[in-house]
């Protein structure tokens, strides 16, 4: 359970550009709910996920995790509970390095979930059955420097990655942003299926209304630092799309 209580975040605080960027947000994310966030431009999405993660601290306000205080903990510190992946599908992984030894960092970085390192062959084996399992046909590409592949490619293994140590929530920061549409449709397949085969927390900013509408079991919309629409699983299913499209006329 993520519960973030009355978080605040000013930037330039005083001067003449100063921005509230989160201005006193309280909302309860309970185990294994997928959270979909939309909003305008600079409405504050990326901050509050930055203030998840721990890349930037509240002025005002507490983030608990699983009971534990985490408001003044940095990114690496709250790397055992959460993982992120970002717009930039260079950003997740090593180009110049083999997928395998991409795994392999991740392995050693995390001791990630499932993969025992000691034995060569037998980590090849379990890598490639865990890359099977996006059904992209990786697994026979493992020796092939991770900058060979497409940019839906790397999104995927990134997600595979992070997901495969032992963090409970995952933070997808407008993931298929970069992506062409078929590849975009591919990572957001794979993300929705790793979230659930691996019970995670998980927390989506798009601007694809689309994707807003087809996943997640909850909705929420920002607007200047506060969150103006929260939408539960119930009556999730229940929006049209163009309800969605209706928020932002
Ligand atoms: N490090 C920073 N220093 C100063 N201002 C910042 C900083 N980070 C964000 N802001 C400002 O805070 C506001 C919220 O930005 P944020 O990136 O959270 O919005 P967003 O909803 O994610 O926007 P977008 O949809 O464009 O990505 C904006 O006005 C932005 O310029």
Redesign the pocket.
Known sequence: MIVINDVH?I??RGKA?Q?N??NGISIDIVDSEFLVIV????????????LLAGS?FPDQGSIIIDGNDVSKLHDYQRSQWIARVFQNPMSGTASDLSILDNFRLAAIRTRAKGLSIGINDHFKQQVKEKIATLGMGLENKIEQPMGTLSGGQRQALTLLMSVMDSCKVLLL??PTAALDPRSADVVMRTADKLITDFKLTAIL?T?NLKDAYNYGSRIIQ?GE?LVTKDLDKKQKADLKQNDLFDWFS
Do not use: Q
Request: proline share 0%; no cysteine; glycine share 16%.
């Open positions: 975040k930037f330039n550009n921005v960027a989160v909003g305008s431009n600079g409405s504050g999405k990326t901050t509050l996920l930055n930037v920061d407008e900013i601007h920002m630092g």
